[in-house]
């Protein structure tokens, strides 16, 4: 026993609707909280000073270090989170990839820290 009844077109939740048939669902953008991210930034500038202050205490010059610290303050703060950017921009253009800007500040910064933490480890 079959019950071929014709199903309504209008039902809503009728698989064959033409509503249901034409929708996409997009899952909203998936982003990195921000207070992680600032968190991050604040985490990488404090890293990348910790060490010139050790460096002061024991006795270099100021001048040598305020140069040393002119080149890899940035590089690390500002330089790798903006390759990370650029990367992402990259991808998002060739790739068609949706890669959102704060997940990628994020993950620049992340190993902007984790790269200092093992360059401190590995000379302490």
């Known amino acids: 026993m079959t019950n ?11 698989p064959t609707s033409d509503i249901d048939r034409n929708a996409t669902f997009e899952a909203p953008p998936s982003l ?12 990488s500038l404090v890293l990348s000073l910790a060490g010139y202050v050790f460096r002061y ?9 305020l140069r040393h610290a ?4 940035p590089a ?6 903006l390759l990370f950017w650029l990367g992402a921009l990259i991808m998002n253009k060739i790739k068609g990839m949706h890669i ?10 992340l190993i902007s ?5 093992w360059l401190m480890g590995t000379y302490s």
């Open 32 to 43: 990195v909280p921000k207070g992680f991210t600032i968190g991050l930034a604040i985490f």
């Open 4 to 14: 071929n009844k014709p199903m309504d077109r209008n039902l809503k939740g009728s």
């Open 76 to 81: 690390f703060v500002i330089g790798i989170p």
């Open 100 to 109: 959102q800007r704060r997940n990628a500040f994020t993950l620049g910064w």
């Open 113 to 117: 820290c984790v790269t200092m933490l």
């Open 70 to 73: 002119a080149v890899l303050v």
């Open 57 to 65: 205490i024991s006795g270099d010059p100021i001048t040598d270090i």
